[in-house]
């Protein structure tokens, strides 16, 4: 038993009360510090492209060595074109061409709002293999007034030369039809090379608003 672990079960009641002289400024003192040991590091924002009617959001620099872990935020994705989905896709030349070969999967559950229709299952129109196509990471975003995709995608060790490189995402969307959907892509990109470039645009239209930010992981 470690010595924070015995400091405070010497202080518990057999009912479980904690005792008020467990809790001293040596004892928070050394809680924190056993926190701050484990904590996984920090978010740095490197960049952040807002859409205006855009064909594609590309993020060319500051993905490099100084990472092994880079995540993409989107927060209020809207398509310019109703019932659309969002990809992305990856390039190992600095964005002059998008064509990384991926093997991927893909999970959805959705539920309407009249508490009618519900689902869970594996969509094989949306996983690639060994394709360089574009990735489908959310799909049938409603373009209403109030209707827009929100997400995150994980992006690991880009720069090894060693290693495939695995991504992740999860997206909650406006369906369309008026479901909240969830929508959950997992895969790699099959290349040794790094991978120094991502690419976000719609499967059809553009995105007509809502913003994309890149943080690094230290």
């Known amino acids: 038993m470690g010595t924070i672990t015995r400091s405070f079960a010497n202080n518990i009641t057999t009912s479980g009360v904690l005792l008020p002289a467990s809790l001293t400024n040596n004892s928070i003192a050394n ?9 996984t590091g920090n978010m740095v924002l490197i960049s952040s492209q807002t859409a205006s009617n855009s064909a594609s959001i590309s993020f060319t620099t500051g993905i490099n060595s100084t990472y092994k872990e880079y995540q993409f935020w989107f927060i209020n994705i809207k398509p ?8 992305v896709n990856f ?9 990384v070969t991926k093997t991927t999967t893909n999970v959805r559950t959705y539920h309407d709002e009249a508490d009618t229709t ?74 040794t090379s790094a991978v120094n470039a991502v690419r976000f ?4 239209g553009n995105i007509s608003d809502g913003t994309i930010l890149m943080y690094g992981i230290v």
């Open 31 to 39: 809680v924190t510090a056993y926190n701050a040991a484990i904590a």
């Open 80 to 87: 310019a074109t109703d019932d659309v989905g969002l990809t």
């Open 91 to 99: 390039s190992s030349d600095s964005g002059s061409n998008y064509n």
């Open 118 to 191: 519900t689902t869970l299952e594996y969509v094989a129109a949306h996983d690639l293999a060994q394709s360089t196509s574009n990735q489908l990471i959310t799909n049938s975003i409603g373009n209403g007034a109030d209707e827009n995709a929100v997400g995150t995608l994980t992006l690991f060790n880009p720069s090894s030369t060693t290693y495939v490189k695995h991504f992740i995402s999860t997206f909650n969307s406006y369906h369309a039809s008026n479901l909240s959907m969830g929508t959950y892509t997992a895969g790699y990109c099959n290349t």
């Open 201 to 204: 645009m719609m499967d059809s």
